[in-house]
C-alpha cells in the first residue's frame, strides 16, 4: 500500500522557531534574503509651463495642444509660441554675399522686401581695400543669415564711378538707400579693419548683425513699439480704458 505524506511549507522565507534558534546557535546557515521588487516609484511628470513652452519647437507644440485644453493660459501662450517660431521661420534667411549685376539691382536691392535690410558692397576685382572689406562681409553674411548681403562691380551699379571711391557700402531698407560709407576708414583702416569693426558700425545704422535670439527680440520689441502706437491711437480717437486694456493684453 502507498505510503502518502504531505509537507506543509509557509511562505517563502519563513523559517521555524526552532531553525531560528539553530542559526542563533551557529549550527544553520544564516538564512538567504527574501526577494523584493524595488519600491514603486512613479514617472515624475514634466512640469508644462511656459518655461516648457519655450523650450519645444513647432512640431512638439502642435502635438501637446490636449495637454494644454484645460488650462487657458498655456493653451493661449501656446499658440501665440507656435505663431512666433512660424513668423521666425518665415524670415528670409540668406547666409552668404550674393554677387549681383546691375540689371538686378532693382529686383535684388531696392525691392528686396520692407522686411529686410540689404548691404551692398561697391567693389572691383584686384583691389585691396576691396578684398579686406570682402573678407569680413563673408564672414559677417554667415554668420547673420537675416540680415542681405550683396556685392556688385563699383561701374556696374553707378557707370563711370571712381575707382578712388571704393570700397562703398550702400545699406538699403524698404526701397530707400539709408546709409553709405566710403574707404575704410569707418572701419578702421585697412591695418585694423576687422569683421567686429565692420559689425559694430552696421549696427549703428540698423538691426544688421544680430544673433537669432537678438532678432527674435528685435522682432518682439518691434510688435511691442506697434501694439503702444496702436493704444496711443485708440487713446487719441476717445477709446475707453476697456479698450485699451484688451488690446495689450493681445
Request: proline share 6%; aromatic share 8%; net charge negative.
Amino acid at each position: 500500500m502507498t505510503d502518502y505524506h504531505t509537507v506543509y511549507k509557509g511562505p517563502e522565507g519563513e523559517t521555524t522557531q526552532w531553525e531560528d534558534i539553530q542559526r542563533r546557535l551557529g549550527n544553520l546557515p544564516p538564512k538567504a534574503p527574501v526577494w523584493k521588487p524595488d519600491p514603486y516609484t512613479p514617472e515624475v511628470e514634466a512640469v508644462r509651463d511656459t518655461a516648457w513652452v519655450e523650450e519645444r519647437n513647432e512640431a512638439e507644440l502642435q502635438e501637446a495642444e490636449e495637454a494644454f485644453e484645460d488650462d487657458r493660459f498655456l493653451e493661449k501662450y501656446r499658440q501665440q509660441r507656435i505663431k512666433e517660431l512660424q513668423a521666425a521661420a518665415a524670415r528670409p534667411r540668406f547666409g552668404s554675399v550674393e554677387l549681383i549685376r546691375g540689371n538686378e539691382f532693382v529686383e535684388k536691392v531696392t525691392n528686396a522686401g520692407s522686411d529686410v535690410w540689404v548691404v551692398v558692397h561697391l567693389f572691383k576685382d584686384g583691389h585691396t581695400a576691396c578684398e579686406l572689406l570682402q573678407q569680413c562681409l563673408d564672414e559677417l553674411a554667415a554668420k547673420y543669415p537675416s540680415t542681405k548681403f550683396v556685392r556688385i562691380i563699383s561701374t556696374d551699379a553707378i557707370p563711370k564711378y571712381p575707382d578712388a571711391n571704393l570700397p562703398t557700402i550702400l545699406l538699403y531698407h524698404d526701397t530707400r538707400c539709408l546709409k553709405h560709407a566710403v574707404g575704410l576708414g569707418q572701419f578702421g583702416g585697412p591695418k585694423r579693419i576687422t569683421p567686429e569693426q565692420v559689425a559694430l558700425v552696421l549696427n549703428s545704422w540698423g538691426p544688421l548683425c544680430l544673433s537669432p535670439e537678438e532678432d527674435e527680440e528685435q522682432a518682439q520689441q518691434a510688435q511691442i513699439k506697434a501694439m503702444v502706437a496702436r493704444m496711443v491711437d485708440k487713446k487719441a480717437e476717445g477709446g475707453d480704458d476697456e479698450d485699451e486694456s484688451s488690446d495689450f493684453e493681445d
